[in-house]
């Protein structure tokens, strides 16, 4: 079975201070990883994924990932946050066949001005 | 990725009554999926919906109360039958494309009072 966990429910950050959000992952197989946002009032939108190939993964909006088997860690950063960051991130992990995803609890990103 | 749409985007709704979700997707795909969100939780996948045959269902998730529809390759409908409160929350309909990745509608927040 394959399950995700996110540590810290909310996270704080000062604008133009480094964002990390951190998610960790059980996988009997290699997993794939994805990060999604969700800004206030919308769906989830991809923000980059996993996918056995470079462990170090560049999404959208200035966002990365790196893949750490060794500590079977996926954790989100961004070198500045701004405000328009503030929004909540979920980690998710699928099996290869992708039949099959599991969702993190979930991080709301708050950046103070 | 993937282009999908929802209807209704946000309803409020009447306890006992039913309310019809539609999912409009770009282009044909195999699988969809319809995921539940409540105030402040994470996702929760409802069921898994193939073109041509029932839909399955998750652990706690009835088609009596659930029902799905999916016509052809690129629409499916949700419904929620006899609503009470607990049922308000975003509904949210997601395929699988392209590398095991799963994109999502903006989702269909329900309010049952």
């Known amino acids: 079975a394959q399950s995700v966990t996110q540590l810290g429910s909310h996270v704080s950050v000062s604008e133009g201070a480094l964002v990390l959000l951190r998610c960790n992952y059980s996988?009997?197989?290699?997993?794939?990883l994805f990060w999604y946002v969700q800004y206030p009032n919308q769906g989830l939108q991809l923000l980059l994924k996993?996918?056995?190939?470079?462990?170090l993964v560049k999404g959208i909006n200035g966002f990365e990932a790196e893949f750490k088997k060794s500590e079977t860690s996926f954790h989100l950063t961004k070198p500045s946050a701004h405000m328009s960051d503030a929004a909540e991130y979920f980690c998710?992990?699928?099996?290869?066949?992708?039949?099959?995803?599991?969702f993190g609890t979930g991080t709301s990103l708050t950046v103070i001005p | 990725s993937a282009v999908i749409s929802q209807k209704p985007s946000r309803d409020i709704c009447q306890r006992g009554t039913s309310l019809t979700i539609q999912c409009q997707v770009d282009?044909?795909?195999?699988?969809m999926f319809w995921y539940r969100q409540q105030p402040g939780q994470s996702l929760t996948l409802i069921a898994t919906?193939?073109?041509?045959?029932?839909?399955?269902?998750e652990s706690g998730f009835v088609i009596d109360k659930f029902p799905i529809s999916r016509p052809n390759l690129t629409f499916s409908t949700l419904t929620v039958s006899n609503m009470s409160p607990e049922d308000s929350s975003i509904y949210l309909c997601?395929?699988?494309?392209?590398?095991?990745?799963?994109?999502f509608g903006e989702g269909s927040w329900l309010t049952v009072v």
């Open positions: 997601s395929v699988a494309r392209g590398g095991n990745t799963i994109y």
């Open positions: 996988s009997s197989v290699p997993p794939y």
């Open positions: 996993y996918t056995s190939a470079a462990t």
């Open positions: 998710a992990v699928s099996d290869p066949g992708g039949n099959q995803f599991y």
């Open positions: 282009s044909q795909v195999t699988m």
């Open positions: 919906a193939n073109q041509g045959s029932e839909a399955t269902y």
